[in-house]
């Protein structure tokens, strides 16, 4: 069993910082590229960025230079530090990482937390 665990999401006022974490624990044996998505009611999933486990970074336009994606290789932990954060940030915010478990090696599957609402409103 493979579990992704988030935290940190709540209500912050527009210009505010919030800062979400997401853990990976149980049969793994590795951890490949790690991301945040957000979703909210009526649209599709879209993809906010995401770490390799080389600490690459990409991030989808409408979040650069405001949000930072980091992880801890150690912990099976990724970050989502979001600053200056604005009414469109509000959204479920879900981690997602592609993990290869130990007792199948070769195979490498796309596990998905259970997601943290983030509200930005005055």
């Known amino acids: 069993q493979v579990q992704l665990v988030e935290s940190g999401g709540g209500v912050v006022q527009p210009g505010g910082s919030l800062r979400l974490s997401c853990v990976a624990s149980?049969?793994?044996?590795?951890?490949?590229?790690m991301g945040w998505y957000r979703q909210v009611p009526g649209k599709q999933r879209e993809l906010v960025g995401t770490?390799?486990?080389?600490?690459?970074?990409s991030y989808a336009d409408s979040v650069k230079g405001r949000f930072t994606i980091s992880r801890d290789n150690a912990e099976n932990t990724v970050y989502l530090q979001m600053n200056s954060l604005k009414p469109d940030d509000t959204a479920v915010y879900y981690c997602?990482?592609?993990?290869?478990?130990?007792?199948?090696?070769?195979?490498?599957?796309?596990?998905w937390g259970q997601g943290t609402q983030v509200t930005v409103s005055s």
């Open positions: 770490i390799n486990s080389g600490l690459s970074t």
């Open positions: 149980g049969d793994i044996l590795s951890v490949n590229d």
């Open positions: 997602n990482a592609q993990i290869r478990r130990r007792n199948t090696p070769l195979l490498q599957l796309a596990y």
